[in-house]
């Protein structure tokens, strides 16, 4: 069964900490996509990354980067240097072609709670 | 650039209540679904549609009915509203839910928060 489990609840770290969110995935598909989203206290998804099964390459943008490890099936997230403005809660997803047929369907974990304090 | 349209923000409604949720996207695209977010619980999937006509049930459809009579409309109705559904509804968009998702992504909507008292 397809399933998204990120472990942190919530997370409290001091501005300009190193901060990783944690992602394990289960997934019997060769072919998924994962996920990061940030829901900000205004409510809104913003999308973060993307990465396909098949690069596991990790990404770095700014302050944020992603490592990939298909061995033991996670996605974590880091984000270097916190600040306060990246309070938020933090989404992993999985999309897979089994789920509903469409690859468009995304399977959330259930969020982790980052608050960054000054 | 409006992107994916979410009416109501708030709404309230009494057990037994029927109601639908508005969502509407101007990007042409053909995949559309709805989510329900609760407390701890993340998202899930209640319905999705990779199209006009074509619409499929997700993870949690029950209590829920929808339909795509354009590429632009996906509705999700309420029929009898249930204390249970008193939930954050996001809707969302790609232009296609259907092979290789390399260059293109999800598109949500603002949310609509739901109260059925």
């Known amino acids: 069964a397809q399933k998204v489990t990120q472990a942190q609840t919530e997370i409290s770290v001091v501005e300009k900490e190193d901060v990783t969110l944690d992602c394990v995935y289960e997934t019997r598909d060769t072919t998924y996509y994962l996920f990061w989203y940030k829901q900000p206290p205004s409510g809104e998804l913003v999308f973060l990354i993307r990465?396909?099964?098949?690069?596991?390459q990790n990404e770095i943008s700014g302050r944020y980067s992603w490592n990939f490890q298909k061995s033991t099936s996670s996605f974590n997230f880091t984000i270097t240097a916190s600040q306060v403005v990246d309070s938020a809660v933090y989404f992993c997803?999985?999309?897979?072609?089994?789920?509903?047929?469409?690859?468009?369907?995304?399977?959330f974990g259930k969020g982790t709670k980052l608050s960054v304090k000054p | 650039n409006a992107g994916v349209t979410q009416t109501p923000k708030f709404q309230v409604l009494k057990t037994g209540q029927s109601m639908t949720l508005q969502c509407a996207q101007d990007m042409n695209h053909e995949y559309m679904s709805w989510y329900r977010q609760d407390p701890g619980m993340g998202l899930r999937l209640i319905h999705y549609?990779?199209?006009?006509?074509?619409?499929d049930q997700g993870e949690v459809p029950n209590g829920y009915n929808v339909s795509r009579s354009t590429t632009e409309d996906f509705p999700l109705r309420l029929l009898s509203a249930a204390p249970s559904q008193t939930s954050v509804y996001f809707c969302?968009?790609?232009?296609?839910?259907?092979?290789?998702?390399?260059?293109?992504?999800?598109?949500f909507g603002s949310g609509t928060q739901l109260s059925v008292l």
């Open positions: 969302a968009s790609s232009y296609s839910g259907r092979g290789p998702l390399e260059w293109e992504k999800l598109f």
């Open positions: 997803a999985l999309s897979e072609k089994d789920y509903g047929g469409s690859q468009g369907n995304l399977i």
């Open positions: 549609s990779v199209g006009a006509g074509i619409t």
């Open positions: 990465r396909n099964s098949f690069d596991e």
